[in-house]
């Protein structure tokens, strides 16, 4: 199985990180892709992924920390050359807070969109309620794609996603106990089009939801996918497993 999306230079690894990275191989984790959210998580995450050869990156300016009347960042062109670099990300749009502003975050997400489509590098959005406008903003650009992850929309807007080449993300969330509507999006989009992730170490699937999460627990949402998909385990990590490699661009 691949973790499509995991935060491991977050503090809550910091004591056990080495080990932990090290075991995945043994617990069936093939790969990881860490996700860049600024600058400087963004160069530790090609410090890490040059570390350990199980782990890529994706390099990106997070909506939280989208700046003012940002440019493209100068940090960031650099970095998608880099040879385990495998996207542009986590970038989008976060209505949650709405800090900074709607209109700071939507520059953010533009430009880079904009340096996705001039590098050929495939994109990670996070999109916090802002389903409609993140979609506006993905259709200005019909020849970037893309994965929105931990996915939280509608049905509707998977399918849509899937109609424009795009792939859905699926973390712990799905096996929450009230996640009436993510499951009905997983229903809904074809079994080929679907990632892994853990957003490690936040969203523990049931029954850790809470605790500290980590890629080994990809299991439980491959499980909660097969029961969904009513297929076997071992096809739904096989067919998910090849998504990330194809999405990715992972040998
Ligand atoms: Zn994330």
Redesign the pocket.
Known sequence: MIDS???YLDTAFDADRDTLLRSLAGSGVECVVE?G?DEESSLAARELAHEYENVYFAAGL?PEYAEKHGDIPAWLPGLLMDGKCVAVG?IGLDHHYDTPSREVQRRAFALQLELARSSGKPV?V?DREAHAECMELVKAFPTVRGVF??FSGSAETARELVKLGWYISFSGVITFKNAVKTVQAAESVPLERILT?T?CP?LAPHPFRGKRNDSTLVKYIIEKLAQIKGAAYEDIERVTAQNARVFYGIA
């Open positions: 999306h995991a935060h996700a959210t997070h986590e990670v996070h992850h931990s992730e957003d936040y």
